[in-house]
């Protein structure tokens, strides 16, 4: 990779924000002092410089293709920038505290572009999940209610009960009477009992109806059981004599 210098220089103390800085101990390739250094984290870039007020740096470390660990050295807290390949540079640097290495190593760590390329992948995912969640959410959260079937002998049509239409038999075998729209007759009325009062044994004789449900009016019916209601009160009248 071929980098212009005089670019990195103004990128380096340029006003752009940094990520992180602050002084870390670099050990050195050739020689195994540890330096103090002014280090500058933009982007995937570390730069370091001799002082806080330098104007170019000394250095730069392109974060791609490495991993960022803790390591043991003579340094306490300290870590290393460890690249693939047999031939590649290992840095080891060291911070003045524990809260300051922890920081450094999750900013370079994050600082790589593979690591927004699987930050990008999580979130589109995330994303996809949150559409396909509100697509489920507009159907009904709440289950359609069923409805209460009413006990019922008879068949049903469109959810209402109807009459049967095949003519049950009785059990002597013979079909129950119809009238002539062919619906099935009412059954008959119970006798009436023949009323007594008091403690007359001869009971108030009552005929029977002539009329039948099917032929007979409410005005039939008025007519003649007022027949009976006026037999009882005359019965009662003469028993106490006032007749």
């Known amino acids: ?47 370091y410089f001799e002082d806080r007020d330098s104007r170019e740096p000394v250095g730069v470390i392109i974060l791609e293709g490495c ?12 870590f290393a920038i ?10 080891i640097l060291a911070a003045d505290s ?13 600082a790589s572009f593979d690591y927004m390329r699987l930050v990008v992948r999580e979130l589109e995912q995330q994303l996809e999940r949150m559409r396909s969640g509100g697509r489920r959410r507009t159907e009904p959260l709440v289950p359609p ?10 068949p049903k049509e469109n959810g209402c009960a109807v009459w049967n239409q095949e003519s049950p038999s009785l059990p002597n075998g013979t079909l129950p009477r119809t009238s002539h729209e062919g619906a099935p007759r009412p059954p008959p009325l119970p006798p ?42 005359r019965e009662w009248l003469e028993s106490r004599g006032q007749l």
């Open 98 to 110: 524990q809260p300051a290495m922890e920081a450094w190593v999750k900013a370079l760590s994050r």
């Open 67 to 78: 991993t960022v660990e803790l390591c043991e050295a003579a340094e306490e807290f300290a």
């Open 145 to 154: 209610r069923r409805e209460r079937s009413l006990p019922s002998s008879g």
């Open 1 to 47: 990779m071929k980098l212009n210098e005089r670019s990195l220089a103004f990128y380096a103390t340029c006003d752009s924000p940094a990520d992180n800085t602050g002084f870390l101990y670099k050990k050195g390739e050739r020689h195994t002092a540890y330096h103090r250094r002014w280090f500058v984290l933009k982007g995937n870039m570390l730069f």
């Open 82 to 91: 460890r690249f693939a390949g047999s031939r590649s540079r290992t840095y």
């Open 192 to 233: 009436r009992r023949k009323p007594s009062l008091g403690n007359s044994p001869v009971p108030v004789l009552v005929p029977e109806t002539p009329f039948t449900p099917c032929t007979t009016t409410f005005s039939q019916l008025h007519d003649w059981y007022g027949q009976e209601i006026l037999a009882l009160r």
